[in-house]
């Protein structure tokens, strides 16, 4: 592989997953990579077999590892040997029909191990794993940018700092200078390789086709036009089995004159059913597609789009429980913005059709989406909307279910101010869940309750919800690795405050261990965040975490899981003002208050003041650390958090 791009290794057993590495090989080579596939690049070589595939694994700078059913020694080798050589590495499994020969189910537990092995990612259609390597194999490039970037200046620092030292040899420099030459080099082709990531139509059109084929479609042809305009031909299949067409322009500029007499042209010659421009809200609100829609053709956004087509199906050609389902899976693998989609779909078209168990279910499920994407307004705004309507419908199920989801909204905005109402409420669920014989929801009052009680002080109660939690749990309880994740997480949060770090970071280990069992990528990052404390704690060294926390944080703005970049944000100021670079500490510190602010988290943005505070005082910048501490001071009184209260007074004093 050459060094003028980046180059990916593709591993997986020859036997299977074809379509899977070849669909692998187009997205990454369409986003200018170099790309090796044994059965396509290989050739013939005088060297043995073995040999060929060591090599391109040592030439290529991310090996993708994808398993499924068989065992495949080379493709065992060929990690193993990625890993000898410290390469980063992307894996995926497939998760769909699953019937894995006894040696793959062993080598995955090992390499997937939480302490020793690496990160993973599972899929079950050949267009889901596109999309994750695209999504996966770009926050890579990001973070090895970034890394080059920091590495080179801190080069060049220390260039500048030895030539002011008259000791330095020559021969010291020059190696800097190389070291320097070799990074600058390094930064260019990461920054080339970013540029030439998709445009936002190419995403567009990858996001319908996987829309359409979820509700039964088939995308005929996808041919690109150019950077700017992707376009897909859907086939429609009815009840005699004649199939029309339809075309879908998927564009993120306007469409010009020439273009639509073309379109025009192509729609009679090759009689299109309908014509339809996807393109954004603000391109669509800008107006520029006026003069199209004139024309006959219609300008929707993708939900827009979906709507119709679920209006124009027939009942019994996409269930309602379908759109449900596929709301599910987005939710399990970290992507709420198109949970809520889904389920906002399903939720009015079961209105409809007055299906009010699935509407239920529906509204439950949008308040705990838009939750995890940090929104706690929102979630109150579906928990209020789904408690009416268990009452219209006299569900006491979901009414129970809607007092929860109001419970954990309200916390997350202010634990401290509300617990003494929310207790009670709790405590009311958990009796309801348990006369109804809910042994999901049982569990999930009980888990919120230990949470809770430990961020309060009330330990012994904590502890108590949490044990009879895990005792609860059977082995056949829905989310048993879910709930396991969220226990573990509240105790090492106990064992923190009882400063027994050691069982705090065993307790993490094993969160990070249940989250990777359960899959969701959110709730793996929240649990490394929870292991990155337990370590801080322990004094372990703050270069190695605040690479942890960089992980996090980029992956958390890419999913647009905002509280949880907050938490990062908070925790990345820690560590650096901990290393000694108040400088590079100030804009996470600010970040992260300005998300707490816009979240309404209360307490949190006590906590980000005084953090924000102390940056500020190891900056020699008395006068600005003097307000914001006193802010955090007025704050801490008017909502009575004695503690932080304390901690300002005590930073004012010593300032």
Known sequence: ?????????????????RDERVTVKKVLEERGFEVFLFEYDAGARPEPIQRTYLDEVEASDLYLGIFWNHYGPSTVEEFRHARRLNKPCLIYIKNYDVHREPELVAFLTEITDVESGVSYCYFEDVVQLAEFVG???????????????????????????????KKATDSEKAALERRIAALEAEVEMLTRARDRQPSESSRLATEVQRLVETLGYKIIERKFIDSHRVDLLLGIEDARRNITIELIVCTDRSIMPLEVKEILRNRERRAFANVTIISSQEQIQSGIFGSTIAEGIQALTVEEFMSRRLELRKPGETTL??????????????????????FDLAASHARQESNADLELQALSWLSVAWGNTGNAQKMIEFATRLLARARQVSSEKYQMVAALRLANALAEIDLRGRWNELRPLL??????????????????????????????????????????????????????NYFSYRVYRALSWLMQCRHDHHKALRYAEMAIDAAQKDGNPQFIADAQLTLVRAKQALREPPEALELVVEEVLSKARQMGWKGKEQVAEYLRSELLREMGHPEQAEPSARRAL?????????????????SLGQ???ALKRPQEAREVLQQ???LSQERDYADHFQRADELLRGE
Not at 1 to 17: A, D, Q, T
Not at 135 to 151: E, G, I, P, S, T
């Open 594 to 610: 300005e998300l707490a602010r816009e979240m309404k988290l209360k307490e949190q943005e006590v906590e980000c003041l005084l």
């Open 321 to 342: 429980w379908e759109l449900v389902d596929q709301g599910r899976r987005a939710f399990y693998q970290g992507d709420f913005s198109r949970a809520i989609f889904w």
């Open 615 to 617: 940056v500020l005082l």
């Open 632 to 634: 955090a001071q007025r």
């Open 427 to 480: 405590l009311e669920g958990l009796d309801a869940a348990h006369r109804l014989g809910d042994e999901f929801y049982e569990v999930y009052h009980l888990v919120l309750m230990g949470e809770y009680a430990i961020q309060m002080g009330e330990d012994e109660s904590g502890f108590r919800w949490l044990q009879q939690a895990l005792d609860t749990l059977q082995p056949s309880t829905e989310h048993r």
């Open 135 to 165: 999504r996966d194999v770009q926050a890579w490039l990001v973070n090895q940018l970034r890394q080059a970037q920091k590495d080179l200046a801190q080069a060049q620092k220390d260039l500048e700092t030895l030539r002011a030292e």
């Open 1 to 17: 592989m050459g060094r003028n791009r980046l180059g990916v290794f593709i591993s997986s057993s020859m036997v299977e997953l």
